[in-house]
Nanobody, 121 residues
């Protein structure tokens, strides 16, 4: 059974940092691309980043470039999203997902449960 467990969210002040984790259970993550998404109240879900499994290449949405970094530790079966210089508009529920492909695709069939990130003073 494919499961993704998201963790690491919380309350942080503007300008602060958080690192989210996406741990794979029931499958070996190192063969697959993993994407990070977020959804704020009343807004559509948006893709933030994705990392492939073949060459580790990463994609970032323009609104997080230079602030967020995606990485993977295949030994720990985990993908991370390091978030810096956080802004109130980064407040959202963050999800990781995969479609069990080695490349970053436009479809994601397996989702973690999400973790809340709140950026507020």
């Amino acid at each position: 059974q494919v499961q993704l467990v998201t963790s690491g969210g919380g309350l942080v002040q503007p300008g602060g940092s958080l690192t989210l984790s996406c741990a794979a259970e029931g499958f070996t993550l190192d063969y697959y691309a993993i994407g990070w998404f977020r959804q704020a109240p009343g807004k559509v879900r948006e893709r933030i980043s994705c990392i492939s499994s073949d060459d580790g290449s990463a994609y970032y949405a323009d609104f997080v470039k230079g602030r967020f970094t995606i990485s993977r530790d295949d030994a720990k079966n985990t993908v991370y999203l390091q978030m810096e210089s956080l802004k109130p508009e980064d407040t959202a529920v963050y999800y990781c997902a995969t479609d069990l492909t080695y490349y970053c695709s436009g479809r994601y069939g397996y989702w973690g449960r999400g973790t809340q990130v709140t950026v507020s003073s």
